[in-house]
């Protein structure tokens, strides 16, 4: 593949994952979220935010630990993947999540800006998958529970015009 291309494509990729393009971003997403509502369930729903933002923090680290490492073992499913209700999330856990979410972002750009990764080549230790389809996996995961989450703020009545 031409140099040129290649760093459309991983360029492309990024963006998608950091800003969802046609969706809201993470950042936006979570923005100002009152601390106490962090872990309310609405009636009817089975997730608070934090369980969903923890949730994207789980699945996005085993994604990334995946891709670079053979010898990483996945979480259980679905047990590992969820984190148990609570009844709060105070300011230093809720900043740790979003800071591993940050962290492994940027692992996994290093990966694709690596001129030496084989975008897509299946990874030896998996069964068919390859950093493209990782990359697209963590932008479509992420946006498919940022949308909940925007309902759940919607429910709270704390997004934009709710």
Known sequence: MQTSTRKIIVSELITLIQTGN?????????ANIPTELRTVIPKNLPYSIWQLVEHIRITQWDIVEFCLSPNHESPRWPDEYWPAQTDSVDDKNWAE???????????????????ETDLY????????????????????????????????????NCWKNS
């Open 22 to 30: 046609a969706h809201v971003s993470l950042d936006e997403t979570i």
């Open 97 to 115: 999540t979003l800071d591993q979410i940050e962290d492994d972002r940027k692992r996994f750009f290093d990966l694709l800006k690596n001129e």
């Open 121 to 156: 080549s299946p990874l030896p230790h998996g069964d068919g998958q390859n950093i493209f389809r990782e990359a697209l996996l963590i932008a479509d995961h992420t946006s498919y529970h940022l949308g909940e989450i925007l309902v759940l703020r919607r429910l709270l």
